[in-house]
């Protein structure tokens, strides 16, 4: 199943350092989210873009930074992150985000140490 | 009161058996109700959508319930490779998507 693929599957990273998550999605849906997943607590919605804007920022720290060059790919850029954002990262997409159905990719798991 | 709430579980039952997950919103303009379904280690996919007259896929059959602000999942004839953590998912108008934490579904041999 290769419709949204997530690269780096593992990432350890420090406090200090900055990296970038990459999300590829092969649907040809028009609207890519970024969720993060920690232990025991529910999904929790970080970024969508429809048609490559961000139209939902929902209260992200700004130590993390989307970006969406096109429809197909959506990035997700790291600085400064703290031990609490170690979680799993996932990437979904939709076609439009009014009719939701989302399709998922393998996901990011994150350490920050 | 959580915005989306579901009981974690886990739920252990035996292969063959039938068993009913309930999930609860707090918000009455909620508009689309989903379950998903998260192996362990994996992505969530979805199972199904929830419509407001009911809707069955082979084993499974979803209700909503708007009075009373629940929809539920019930499984029929549980098989192994149902074990996993069912999600109960509740959109909000244009944007606003709410995961519920998830229900653990063990079946049991």
């Known amino acids: 199943e290769t419709g949204v693929t997530q690269t780096p599957r593992h990432l350890v990273m420090g406090m200090t350092n900055k990296k970038s998550l990459k999300c590829e999605q092969h649907l040809g849906h028009n609207a890519m989210y970024w969720y993060k997943q920690s232990a025991k607590k529910p999904l929790e919605l970080m970024f969508v873009y429809s048609l490559e804007e961000r139209v939902e920022n929902n209260s992200v720290p ?52 | 009161r959580k915005e989306v709430e579901q009981d974690p579980g ?23 109700f989903f379950w998903y379904r998260q192996d362990c280690r994996k992505e969530p996919k979805l199972l199904m959508s929830v419509y407001s007259s009911g809707n069955e896929d082979g084993r499974f059959t ?40 998830g229900t653990k579904l063990q079946v049991i041999p």
């Open chain 1, 62 to 113: 700004s130590r993390f930074s989307p970006e969406c060059p096109n429809s197909s790919h959506l990035f997700l850029h790291l600085h400064t992150l703290q031990p609490e954002d170690s979680a799993l990262y996932l990437c979904a997409s939709s076609q439009g985000t009014d009719h939701f159905v989302q399709f998922f990719g393998p996901g990011t798991r994150l350490t920050v140490l």
């Open chain 2, 10 to 32: 886990p739920f252990n039952v035996p292969e063959g058996a039938t068993v009913a997950f309930n999930c609860t919103y707090s918000n009455s303009a909620s508009q689309s």
């Open chain 2, 62 to 101: 979803a209700q909503l319930n708007r009075a009373s602000q629940y929809i539920s999942l019930l499984i029929r004839d549980s098989k192994l490779s149902d074990s996993a953590t069912y999600l109960c998912v509740v959109k909000e108008g244009y944007q606003k998507v709410t995961f519920g934490t």
